[in-house]
């Protein structure tokens, strides 16, 4: 039986490049890798790598070089390790405030994705990159619906500039909020940023939710954890936020690729395949654009949950029954 076809979906050229420098990685021994110098250098130039090295040729030798390093177990720690794994990803843009002391470079994406360990445990993991890293995909500026964005933005971009480490008593974080709370914030980032109206009408449904990119099965994945959270047991009560119920463990990182041999698995969601649902102000209003697209892996239980977002305020400035326009309407949730 042939070999299915694979796709590299998402491929981070900077971390792949920082992996083989930091490591002392030989892709050929008769080549070295050039190091890009003065202030526009970033590490490993891959462009100078033998050509006989393609994509995958790369991350096999990476693999098999780094295979102590790498945690396929998810019942074991991870914070600082690199890890594989396998399972239905959903890849969004964060939306951010532009605090520019804390401003993540370009155009960020994150991607969601959830396995259960051996043990029966949850594990999230919120994967921060460049949206430039997604391959084969130019997502337009402007998404043609708007939604709930976090006020909790500029603490996520402080979080991921010191890539979860620890800051000095002295002087602290400008968002002191503990790793619980910000691991928390960025899940709910995650798995709800981008919904309007009535957060029912969206659950489970991340085509309907602005923002949202696309959805793929990932057969693999290679990702560097910056932090692993476990939840204190009794601390957490998400009874009203059915999305993050059975939440025990979030861990928080960058994808140095995502690979796929199921490429029928891809749905794409901005664009022409938005899908909107209509407004909790008026459910009348807003038709759909494009029939909903089903999930073939991953998807989360349904629920009758009809609660609005704890904290989802409407900008008075801007009318909520039209989710439709060339600008998109943007919801921001109250303070904290």
Known sequence: ?????????????????????????????????????????NGVNLAGRDRENTTFDIAEKLRKKLRKSIVTD?????????????????????QRWGFPEFRLPGRTALTHTQTVTQQGRRVDLCLFGSLKNLKGYDVPEEDSVGGWT????????????????????????????????????????????GIY???????????????????????????????????????????????????SRILIGAPLWMRTTRQDSIKVHFGENRVLVPSVWDRSSAPAIAPALGRTAGALPQSAQLDPMPGQVPHPDLDPTNVTGSRPRRFRSGPG
Do not use: C
Not at 28 to 38: E, Q, T
């Open 150 to 193: 976090s006020s909790n933005a500029p603490m996520i971009e402080e979080f991921m500039a010191l890539r979860g480490a620890e800051v000095s008593a002295r002087t602290g974080r400008a968002y002191p909020l503990d790793d619980e709370e910000a691991a928390v914030e960025i899940l709910k980032v995650a798995l709800t940023q």
């Open 197 to 247: 109206g009535d957060p029912a009408d969206h659950q489970g449904r991340p085509e309907t939710r602005a923002y949202t990119i696309m959805g793929f099965d990932a057969t693999e994945y290679v990702a560097v954890i910056y932090k692993d959270v476990t939840l204190t047991p009794g601390r957490w009560n998400f009874r009203a936020e059915p999305e993050l119920e059975g939440v």
């Open 74 to 94: 998810f019942d074991a720690p991870t914070s600082g390790h690199y890890v594989q794994g396998a399972g239905w990803a959903e890849v969004a843009e964060f």
């Open 1 to 41: 039986m042939p070999k299915p076809v694979g796709r590299y979906v998402y491929w981070s050229e900077r971390l792949v490049g920082e992996v083989i420098d930091d490591n002392g990685i030989r892709l050929d021994s008769r080549i070295k890798p050039a190091v890009n110098l003065g202030v526009a250098g």
